[in-house]
């Protein structure tokens, strides 16, 4: 399997979903990079998906354009996860929520001690949204606020 041609992709998967063109964002500013301060093996990682994933017994995402998100036990057992999302086919992630949340995988590297260690919680959200305004001024605020709430060194940011 080749790579996936992403944009032609979400082109499609809106104008079939009956959205408006969609209108990429462009930043104009410099992206405030930071490098780390310490290496990876001192550091208490966050992470951030967009995949739609929760927790049995909470609250399933359920709208498009949802700026919601939930909190994830960091030692929550990976058979209580659940996914929910509108614009990607679930299939996968039903079956193995790594595959857009990789829970697993970062235990693992903790394990073998490439990573410091894992932050209490993670967060997920359903990616999607279609106002870049309520993502910058809403969303990416609140997840910043619980990052440094957390005391992580780095966020892991995997979209969908």
Aim: charged share 25%; with cysteine; aromatic share 12%.
């Amino acid at each position: 399997m080749g790579p996936v041609d992403y944009i032609p992709r979400i082109r499609d998967n809106y104008a079939r979903l009956g959205y408006k063109t969609y209108n990429w964002v462009v930043n104009e500013d410099i992206p405030p990079w930071a490098p780390l301060r310490k290496p990876l093996s001192q550091c208490r990682l966050g992470l951030a998906a967009s995949g739609g994933i929760y927790v049995t017994g909470q609250v399933a995402f359920h709208y498009k354009d949802d700026t919601s998100f939930r909190e994830i036990p960091t030692d929550v057992d990976t058979k209580d996860l659940r996914a929910t999302h509108f614009a990607y086919d679930l299939s996968d992630a039903r079956t193995d929520p790594n595959v857009v949340f990789p829970i697993d995988a970062l235990r693992r590297l903790v394990l073998e001690g490439f990573l410091g260690g894992l932050a209490t919680r993670f967060y997920t959200f359903m990616g999607g949204i279609y106002s870049s305004r309520r993502v910058s001024e809403d969303l990416a605020p609140r997840l910043t606020a619980r990052f440094l709430e957390d005391g992580v060194d780095a966020v892991l940011l995997v979209p969908v």
